[in-house]
């Protein structure tokens, strides 16, 4: 087992709600992050994956200190960050770098591409010959066409584009990609191609990934362990394979029952977990396990009441919830509307 690159512990985030117009009061809390406690090792991949607004963005965004932590430890490659002064931070700040979902609005479209991605360079002191060289190399190893670096960026499709923000990312030569939703944006066919970089990159940079999405179909191929993320925390870790095979979290095999199957005979007649009603809202999370407003095999009380902690259930693998050994043996079922076929 490599060495951990990012240990996060018990990271809260919350932005403060205020209201009134003259005088301002802090009326509550959106509690995007409620205690996340997470480690990606060196040079893996760690997909980080649930519904829109479960907060996977903010704890990404937290990690770089794009946002600042409300509570928590953040510690990068052995090195404490939480409280560190933007000073100090500046120089880790080139070794993780994020990659956006919409590379375009990030781009200065009155730059061209050569002096995007050699912006970070020059700033850096790097001598003006040995930039014109890196930038050719960083161009060739994203698969920009070779006159890339003279257009500008609204040439290009949104594929190339996201080529474009890579390349620039990788300029420093970072430890750590935080991918946000990298191909969410991209045709099916372009994201496999996204995707397929992304890996062949990470071997040649020694990179180490957290890809956050909202769709477990996509990180499958590229995630060598996934975490699942439900209203402000963590639900499950496991090794992609384990996750994919035997979900042990109740919103894991929810997640996972949504993900088309490319055989139609399988797809027409397998089951599916249909989630009713929409996320609850950060400001006031439901008591005990946050799920059990939609868990199809929520039990009395115990749920209602007490929130489960992260345990350990296999080998890898940590799961939120208090019955995942009864589900897993089937002495629990799902509540029978909550189960139909595909549609
Ligand atoms: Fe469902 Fe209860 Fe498990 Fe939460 S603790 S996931 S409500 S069974």
């Not at 770089?64 to 500046?90: A, N």
């Not at 180490?208 to 499950?236: C, N, P, Q, W």
């Not at 894991?252 to 399988?266: E, G, M, R, Y």
């Not at 407003?293 to 929130?307: A, I």
């Amino acid at each position: 087992m490599s060495l951990p690159l990012v240990e996060v512990t018990d990271l809260k985030v919350y932005f403060p709600i205020r209201s009134g117009l003259v005088v301002e009061r802090h009326v509550g809390d959106v509690k995007a992050v409620d205690g996340v406690s997470l480690t990606i090792f060196k040079g893996e991949t760690l997909g980080l994956v649930g519904e829109s607004g479960c907060g996977k963005t903010t704890v990404g965004r937290t990690i770089l200190r794009l946002y600042e932590p409300t509570s928590g430890r953040i510690v990068i490659d052995g090195k404490d960050i939480t409280d560190l002064p933007e000073r100090e931070l500046r120089p880790l700040r080139d070794k993780m770098q994020m990659v956006f979902q919409d590379p375009y609005s990030s781009l200065n479209p009155r730059q061209n591409v050569g002096s995007i991605v050699a912006e970070p360079l020059l700033i850096h002191g790097m001598e003006r010959k040995e930039v014109d060289a890196k930038v050719r190399h960083l161009i060739e190893v994203v698969g920009l066409p070779h006159d890339a670096a003279n257009r500008y960026p609204h040439e290009f499709s949104g594929g190339q584009r996201q080529r474009i923000g890579l390349a620039r990312s990788l300029a420093l030569n970072p430890a750590l990609i935080v991918a946000d939703e990298p191909v969410s944006a991209l045709d099916v066919s372009i994201q496999a191609q996204m995707i397929n970089l992304l890996e062949d990159l990470q071997d040649e940079f020694d990179l180490t990934y957290l890809f956050v999405a909202h769709d477990l179909a996509v990180v499958r191929h590229i995630s060598d362990r996934i975490a699942v993320m439900y209203l402000g925390k963590i639900m499950e870790i496991a090794p992609s394979q384990e996750l994919y095979t035997a979900p042990s979290h109740p919103y894991t095999k929810a997640l996972l029952s949504a993900v088309p199957i490319p055989d139609p005979k399988v797809e027409r007649s397998r089951e599916r977990i249909i989630l009713k009603g929409d996320l609850p809202s950060p400001v006031n999370p439901p008591p005990g396990c946050r799920f059990h407003t939609r868990c199809p095999y929520v039990q009395e009380t115990r749920c209602r009441t007490e929130v489960p902690e992260l345990r350990a259930m296999k080998q890898g693998q940590v799961v939120a919830c208090h019955f995942a050994e009864e589900i897993a043996d089937g002495k629990i079922t799902p509540r029978s509307e909550m189960v139909g076929l595909a549609p």
